[in-house]
Nanobody
Framework: QVQLVESGGGLVQPGGSLRLSCAASGSIFSINVMGWYRQAPGKERELVAAITSGGPTNYADSVKGRFTISRDNAKNTVYLQMNSLKPEDTALYYC??????????????????WGQGTQVTVSS
């Protein structure tokens, strides 16, 4: 089985920074796209940023210039560096990854996996 474990959330003042991490573990053959989504109360889950195994990235317009996504392929880990945080960035942040597993499940191809979420609260 595969697990995605996030860390790094917390409470920060407006203008502050946080760094989220998400490590994938299990019988992983390869990981294609890794990304971060967020969901604020009463709102739909939205893409924050994504990165392919080769490095190209994609960001929501609301975070461009403030957030940076990166990954360590050797560690199956994705990071989200969040700077100049605003109260509207407050949400539950989820890690997402397209993963292909070893063994019998290899033939199933890439499947979507989610972490349990980590809370980010931006408030004075």
């Amino acid at each position: 089985q595969v697990q995605l474990v996030e860390s790094g959330g917390g409470l920060v003042q407006p203008g502050g920074s946080l760094r989220l991490s998400c490590a994938a573990s299990g019988s992983i053959f390869s990981i294609n796209v890794m990304g971060w989504y967020r969901q604020a109360p009463g709102k739909e889950r939205e893409l924050v940023a994504a990165i392919t195994s080769g490095g190209p990235t994609n960001y929501a317009d609301s975070v461009k210039g403030r957030f940076t996504i990166s990954r360590d392929n050797a560690k199956n880990t994705v990071y989200l560096q969040m700077n100049s945080l605003k109260p509207e960035d407050t949400a539950l942040y989820y890690c997402n990854a397209d993963i292909r597993m070893y063994g019998l499940e290899y033939q199933l191809g890439y499947r979507d996996y989610w972490g349990q979420g980590t809370q980010v609260t931006v408030s004075s």
